[in-house]
């Protein structure tokens, strides 16, 4: 077969894909449907809730990116915005530290109950000094101890 054979078969291939996503996603009742998912700007903050003025240590990345160290005063945020991996599996996680404490947690997952734990939309989470929490709706609810130990 030849070359501009298979793209005709691709383009026509894409476009019946497209049209049932179309089809699919206009005869869904529910406002977070699956297909609408990937339209949504997510967004996730990493904020410094610590006490007595401590630095939070904060390195985040996913399997493509790594967004850098950053050292958060109290009451500051890192937060970065991205879109679903169209072909699924979209990750991010971070390592917190402060004083002599540090944990490493999943902050977005592409799993339902992350779409729920985030609000459709934003992840929010705070570092306490009793751990790391995630805000579900207007409660904050721990997620991930401190673990003890030097960093790294």
Do not use: P
């Not at 500051?76 to 915005?81: G, L």
């Not at 679903?84 to 999943?106: P, Q, V």
Request: proline share 0%.
């Amino acid at each position: 077969m030849s070359y501009f054979c298979k793209n005709i078969i691709f383009f026509i291939l894409i476009q019946a894909i497209a049209i049932t996503l179309l089809i699919d996603s206009s005869s869904c009742e529910s406002n977070n449907s699956h297909h609408d998912l990937w339209l949504i700007t997510w967004h996730v903050h990493t904020v410094n809730g610590l006490r007595n003025g401590k630095i939070l240590l904060v390195h985040c990345k996913s399997k493509d990116n790594d967004l850098g160290i950053h050292n958060l005063t109290v009451g500051t945020e890192f937060s970065w915005k991205f879109k679903l991996n169209f072909f699924g599996g979209t990750l991010f996680w971070c390592y917190m530290a402060h004083d002599n404490f540090h944990a490493t947690l999943d902050v977005f997952r592409e799993i339902e109950g992350f779409f729920d734990d985030c609000n459709y939309g934003d992840c929010i989470w705070t570092a306490k000094d009793d751990g790391i929490y995630l805000r579900k709706g207007n409660v904050d609810q721990l997620r991930e101890e401190w673990k003890q130990g030097g960093l790294w």
